[in-house]
């Protein structure tokens, strides 16, 4: 292909933004139809991690259709007229590549790592299913089925249960998280096809996506096939955010005691989370991580390994998010009356820093690890491209990815004491005791 005819019908579809993605050059475009198209030159191999990331998630359900989102994602794979059936896994699977999908609360992803010289397909592949899904009853008996069983395996885990059946106490009506991603089996079972339809046409369009792309590649090559095939699509949404969100530092979940067949005892602890564009956002990421879920966070080492009062702190949600939502974090233990100790031991933590902060070594040592582990992440396209578009998606700046370490640089003491105070005093945070029955 001439490169001076590609770069060219680059400079015809819309200004290039260039960035540094650490040592791999990053360059965007935007295609006429409104999709974004970020590409990052990582030439290490002749492989590539392409990804269509779409703002739609379980956040864009309504009552009678709770489970769309993650269902649809399924029926993304069932083929168009043009590649039926399994064409998508059939053209993967033929170079020895890589193919899969993710549903969260906001966002829906697919993506493949293949070799380079398979890219130019794979977009072919995926702008016709962006642009002419074939959606019939049949298709979608066959994958609520799939579906169906995905919550049934779910349920023979006791942790996964739990959470399941936690789930619906959490939330004020009305709020975009107030249904789990995986949605409710009896209206899973009722879907049309009509109504998957409907949703595929109001949340599946270019303006309301976009595309990363990771690898052997050359940025002027990638927007001229991106423009060949995604850009002569012409659906158009009319793309707004969720307005009139129930608040969640002030609402209270509808219950303190739970029961599970299974022989631990859990201290499920949920407070107010800021959305990702908060500026409290890297704070209180940064509190959360230095009190509860590294491997060295005040009370792993207090809880576990010093007074062996607990058996492990997980976190049960995501940090990313759109929206402010609730932070859940199990603490679990032995079932015994004596527990009341361990509340008593979080709060005095949780106290501590509201009154002095955390030292500053702690910080210098979270963003040293931060840095590193953002270092050994770039030795692969594919957490290189999460993080792309993972900084695309919350901020509307994929080049975030690579400047959050700076972002928690700018902390100090003061800001550690609101936010502990703000997210977590003792009227912000609320328990939940769930015992075997």
Not at 18 to 41: D, F, H, M, Q, R
Not at 66 to 76: P, Q, T, V
Not at 388 to 393: R, S
Request: proline share 4%.
């Amino acid at each position: 292909m001439n490169i001076n005819k590609i770069i060219l019908a680059v400079c015809l579809i819309g200004s290039v933004a260039i960035a540094k993605a650490v040592e791999y050059p990053s360059t965007t475009i935007t295609l006429k139809n409104g999709l974004k198209v970020i590409v990052c030159e990582k030439p290490d191999n002749d492989f590539v991690e392409f990804e269509v990331w779409y703002r739609a998630g379980s956040k864009d359900e309504k009552p009678g259709i709770r489970g769309m989102a993650h269902l649809f994602e399924h029926m993304m794979f069932r083929g168009t007229a043009k590649y039926p059936g399994n064409a998508m896994f059939d053209n993967v699977e033929k170079v020895g590549g890589q193919i899969n999908a993710y549903t969260t609360f906001d966002r829906t992803v697919y993506h493949e790592y293949v070799p380079t010289s398979a890219l130019e397909k794979m977009m072919d592949l995926e702008s016709d299913r962006m642009a002419n899904l074939v959606v019939t009853q049949e298709i979608l008996n066959t994958e609520r089925q799939v579906v169906g069983e995905e919550l049934r395996n779910g349920n023979n885990n006791w942790y996964q249960k739990m959470n399941s059946d936690r789930y619906p106490f959490l939330y004020p009506k009305g709020h975009p998280y107030e249904v789990d991603v995986i949605g409710f089996l009896d209206e899973i079972t009722q879907f049309t096809s009509a109504q998957c339809m409907d949703f595929y046409n109001n949340y599946y369009s270019p303006n309301d996506a976009f595309i990363v792309v990771v690898g052997n590649v050359k940025s002027a090559e990638v927007f001229a096939i991106a423009d060949k095939y995604f850009g002569v699509i012409t659906k158009q949404l009319d793309v707004k955010k969720k307005e009139n969100i129930p608040a969640v530092d002030t609402a209270k979940i509808r219950t303190t005691e739970m029961n599970i067949n299974f022989p631990v005892q859990l201290y499920t602890y949920t407070f107010p989370r800021p959305a990702a564009s908060d500026k409290d956002f890297f704070t209180f990421t940064f509190i959360t991580d230095a009190l509860f879920l590294n491997s060295n966070s005040i009370l792993n080492n207090r809880l576990i390994k010093k007074d062996h009062t607990a058996y492990g702190l997980n976190s049960a949600g995501d940090n990313w998010s759109l929206y402010p939502n609730f932070g859940v974090i199990d603490v679990i233990m032995n079932a015994s009356p004596g527990n009341v100790k361990v509340k008593r031991a979080i709060r005095e933590e949780i106290d501590k820093v509201i009154e002095n902060g955390l030292p500053p070594e702690t910080l210098a040592d979270y963003i040293e690890a931060y840095e590193n582990s953002t270092k050994l992440n770039n030795y692969t396209a594919a957490n290189i491209s999460n993080d792309l578009g993972t900084a695309e998606y919350y901020f509307n700046d994929y080049n975030k990815a690579y400047s959050m370490a700076t972002e928690f640089k700018k902390i100090t003491q003061d800001d550690i004491k609101r936010v502990a105070a703000r997210y977590f005093s003792e009227e912000k945070v609320q328990l939940i005791n769930i015992k075997p029955e």
